[in-house]
């Protein structure tokens, strides 16, 4: 670590910051923007931003060896930053959601400022730092809480940011809301059962063996969709998280995505690549039967987002911490204002095949749920090339 700060970097990124606001941007593009200023003008392994709700955190913004955390929620047990705007932590007197927060490198301390609007903190913002580093400034200190103004400002304007919304526009899903969802989610495959089901009644002999295994095949393939959107249903309904919950324990995570991809619908399969799932990983802790119902909402978004006939790549893999799994495709791309907002329940982005998939916006707010509950975590951003990235982290048996 430089023992200044890079003033060129951070007055050439402060400047783009502002053309970017005065340009109509704001949200999480920006603070990702700040975040990438933060780390390269204090000369960090990484940085990031944790945005408080009322009760947790969640990183929201990240760079360097702190990227693989983005979408990771995070408590707020430490209160520390109360004391001051910013302050010097080594890593390993932080509780663990926060010791865990980096992936690689040699880093050992971390420097945070608090986000503040008025009275209130809506976040922190953190650089890393390895031992040989050296040790942060007030002048580095000066330069965070800069940067975490900034912060606080994006914040006030409330603009395209992730959380801290109003309370009755999070809680939309009332009495009405929830009826017609209901309807709406249950009513395709109760109507294909029920039209195989007299099918098979009315015509048994004309079908022939051929026609009643096919149409046997479809009630059983309907019938394990509705049993699965009965479970999203109330797990959506449900605020502790507890429904469906089976017990956790170790399992082999390529095999149990393996299975998952075999119960997906045919011609979903059929657009899956799934050649990069290592039989040598070792094993996760979690559901295993939780992962079926992962893969199937994060590979019928991809499919959802995606030209007819384009694939979906599954690939898995290990750090030392969690293991991972990531769906991509080569759609139309999240937008970066998104990836928060698209976890909420009933939200819904433009575009996308909804004639086939017509859905309501409950799909990934049930993946967060579920990995969440495996003290696990979901991100999504956008591919390079063009397409976007589902990824899953699970811990470490």
């Keep these: 670590m430089p023992d200044r700060p890079d003033y060129r970097v951070l007055t050439r990124g402060q400047i783009a910051i502002l053309d970017r606001i005065n340009a109509g941007e704001a949200g999480l593009p920006v603070l990702q923007q700040i975040v990438r200023v933060a780390q390269e003008s204090l000369g960090g392994r990484?940085?990031?931003?944790?945005?408080?709700?009322?009760?947790?955190?969640?990183?929201?913004?990240?760079?360097?060896?702190c990227e693989a955390a983005i979408g990771r929620r995070v408590d707020r047990a430490d209160t520390r930053l109360r004391d001051g705007r910013t302050l010097l932590i080594p890593l390993d007197s932080l509780n663990d959601e926060f010791a865990k927060q980096v992936e690689g490198?040699?880093?050992?301390?971390?420097?945070?400022?608090?986000?503040?609007?008025?009275?209130?903190?809506?976040g922190s913002l953190h650089v890393y730092f390895g031992?040989?580093?050296?040790?942060?400034?007030?002048?580095?200190?000066?330069?965070?809480?800069?940067?975490?103004?900034?912060?606080?400002?994006?914040?006030?304007?409330?603009?395209?940011?992730?959380?801290?919304?109003?309370?009755?526009?999070r809680r939309l899903q009332g009495r009405d809301l929830w009826v017609a969802v209901t309807s709406h989610e249950l009513r395709t495959p109760v109507t294909v059962i029920k039209g195989y089901a007299?099918?098979?009644?009315?015509h048994w002999e004309t079908l022939g063996e051929s026609g009643r295994q096919e149409a046997v095949r479809i009630i059983g393939t309907r019938a394990g969709e509705l049993a699965r959107l009965v479970d999203r249903l109330l797990s959506a309904a449900s605020e502790d998280g507890d429904v469906g919950a089976s017990p956790a324990g170790p399992?082999?995570?390529?095999?149990?995505?393996?299975?998952?991809v075999d119960e997906l619908p045919a011609d979903l399969r059929r657009r899956m690549i799934a050649d990069n799932l290592p039989g040598d990983l070792p094993k996760a802790f979690g559901e295993r039967d939780?992962?079926?119902?992962?893969?199937?909402?994060?590979?019928?978004?991809?499919?959802?987002?995606?030209?007819?006939?384009?694939?979906?790549?599954?690939?898995?893999?290990?750090d030392e911490e969690t293991l991972r799994f990531r769906v991509s495709?080569?759609?139309?791309?999240?937008?970066?204002?998104?990836?928060?907002?698209?976890f909420e329940r009933y939200w819904q982005a433009e575009g996308g095949d909804?004639?086939?998939?017509?859905?309501?916006?409950?799909?990934?707010?049930?993946?967060?749920?579920?990995?969440?509950?495996?003290?696990?975590?979901?991100?999504?951003?956008?591919?390079?090339?063009?397409?976007?990235?589902?990824?899953?982290?699970?811990?470490?048996?």
């Design 105 to 122: 490198g040699d880093v050992r301390r971390m420097l945070g400022a608090r986000c503040e609007v008025g009275d209130a903190i809506v």
């Design 354 to 397: 909804r004639r086939h998939h017509p859905g309501a916006g409950l799909g990934l707010y049930l993946v967060r749920r579920l990995v969440e509950r495996q003290h696990g975590w979901v991100s999504l951003r956008p591919r390079e090339g063009g397409g976007t990235t589902a990824e899953v982290r699970l811990p470490r048996a």
């Design 198 to 202: 007299d099918t098979l009644t009315n």
């Design 329 to 342: 495709d080569r759609g139309v791309g999240i937008r970066p204002e998104h990836v928060e907002q698209a």
């Design 290 to 318: 939780s992962i079926a119902t992962i893969l199937t909402e994060l590979a019928t978004n991809a499919e959802k987002h995606s030209p007819p006939g384009s694939m979906v790549e599954l690939c898995a893999g290990t």
């Design 131 to 169: 031992d040989e580093d050296g040790e942060p400034g007030p002048e580095h200190h000066a330069v965070l809480e800069l940067l975490a103004g900034h912060v606080g400002r994006l914040y006030a304007a409330r603009d395209g940011l992730p959380v801290h919304r109003a309370e009755h526009n």
């Design 251 to 260: 399992f082999d995570l390529s095999e149990a995505l393996r299975d998952a």
């Design 46 to 65: 990484g940085a990031g931003i944790a945005e408080y709700a009322p009760d947790y955190g969640r990183i929201v913004a990240a760079t360097g060896v």
